[in-house]
């Protein structure tokens, strides 16, 4: 049992490693490339626009489910990926960069494609709530390191060898997780789902009806238990720190910091203490509620930006300086990977109180929002920077972060958050929020 457990958690593991990747590309290499060859945070801001097909990722699901199995679909555009790789290698982002932004573009469609071939994979594999669990923290594991891997390793690489060299790398590294996903036995089980596919054929008429009239789908989710405050809360709660983690390392770079050497602390050691937060949210979340555990960890993030904004008047270079931002980047990252780990939990307690037949449009509905309210803010927030300067910014980002605080305060008292009795039983008792 341990070992087809393992396989599995090797198996989603590795290919949410992959999925990170473009993430990783984007986020902390792209900008730090860009900035360093003289680029306004502006434009820089800009290239977040290459995230849009994670967007309309609920346009394609429904599909991706009824057509083909999941093995053709992961080695489709794992291949795919390997593909775009190849052919950013032959690009010179110098005198290409909107051929490169092509390239991205189509390395997000392929792999926002994957990640619903590999949820589903993941939703038909874990069973028990223990593989759930564990399933989860693979799952946010992979995708951190694989981005760790883009945004610190793959910098350095850049440094020492250049852009091609770095994309062949990638190349390589696709090519073998498509051959490793050929062969997975783990997918054999994949037999169990055309089964389930054939019961679920019945329930599938009454969706089919509903994908047509996409309204009553929409009412049917907004009038889930939960589901409006959830909605606000996802579009909101990262919209600060997004802003600050977007633009703080860009802030390094123009006063404190080469580019090698963000890359190691924002790339790999801020990423590193995120993974930590990651996987202690999951450990806090059996001992506490999930309220108390919220309210807590939100006061915590408006304290660290406070703290994080009083740097930015710091503009002489100091190792002192340096050290404080790395410990500020360093609780920064912590904290948001552990809210992370609270909010998709959130997430899936609000689904949980829906209906089986709309639950994973639901959940994928709201999945959908969060990165949307991410996204748009990310691509802001450069021309705000440029605008108003770091410290009026960040300010505004401040506010943002405290009023997200107030708005989770609140629900904990009387709203979404208060202690649900769960519908499952669970075996031990829920302690009391003090």
């Not at 849009?52 to 489910?65: G, Q």
């Not at 304290?303 to 790395?326: I, W, Y």
């Amino acid at each position: 049992m341990g070992h087809m457990m393992n396989d599995k958690l090797v198996f989603l593991g590795l290919l949410y490693f992959v999925q990170g990747i473009p993430y990783g590309l984007q986020s902390s290499l792209l900008p730090v490339y860009l900035r360093g060859a003289g680029h306004s945070l502006t434009r820089i801001g800009f290239t977040k626009i290459l995230y849009f097909p994670w967007v309309l990722k609920v346009l394609w699901a429904p599909l991706i489910d009824k057509i083909g199995s999941k093995r053709r679909w992961l080695v489709g555009t794992v291949s795919g990926l390997a593909l775009t790789c190849v052919s950013s290698a032959l690009l010179a982002p110098e005198s290409h960069i909107w051929a490169v932004a092509g390239t991205l573009l189509v390395m997000n469609a392929l792999a926002s494609v994957q990640d619903i071939a590999v949820d589903g994979a993941a939703v038909g594999l874990l069973k028990s709530r223990g593989e759930l669990g564990l399933g989860n923290t693979a799952q946010v594991v992979g995708y951190k390191a694989g981005s760790v891997f883009a945004g610190g390793g793959l910098l350095a690489v850049i440094d020492v060898a250049g852009w091609s060299w770095m994309f062949l790398l990638l190349t390589f590294v696709y090519a073998g997780v498509a051959l490793f996903v050929w062969g997975a036995p783990v997918l054999d089980e994949d037999s169990l789902r055309c089964q389930q596919q054939a019961d679920g054929g019945r329930r599938g008429a009454s969706q089919g009806e509903d994908i047509v009239r996409p309204w009553r789908v929409w009412r049917k989710m907004l009038a889930v238990p939960g589901t409006p405050w959830t909605v606000l809360y996802v579009l909101t709660y990262k919209l600060g720190e997004q802003g600050a983690v977007t633009m703080f390392p860009l802030f390094l770079l123009d006063h404190h910091m080469t580019a090698r050497e963000l890359g190691f602390w924002n790339g790999v050691i801020a990423m590193a203490f995120s993974i930590c937060g990651s996987s202690l949210g999951g450990v806090l979340l059996a001992q506490c509620s999930i309220g108390a555990l919220m309210r807590r960890v939100f006061v915590m993030r408006t304290v660290s930006m406070v703290f994080q904004s009083s740097l930015l008047t710091v503009l002489d270079p100091s190792p002192l300086m340096k050290g404080m931002a790395v410990l500020s980047m360093s609780v920064q990252h912590f904290l948001g990977g552990l809210i992370t780990t609270l909010t998709f939990t959130t997430m899936m307690h609000c689904t949980q109180r829906a209906d089986e037949s709309v639950q994973a449009t639901h959940y994928s509905f709201l999945a959908t929002l969060e990165v949307l309210g991410k996204l748009l803010f990310s691509a802001l927030a450069g021309g705000m920077v440029d605008w108003l300067g770091y410290q009026v910014a960040f300010l505004f980002f401040l506010t943002l972060s405290a009023g997200t605080a107030l708005h989770v305060w609140t629900a904990t008292l009387t709203g979404a958050l208060r202690e649900q009795p769960l519908k499952q039983p669970l075996k031990q008792p829920l302690k009391q929020p003090q």
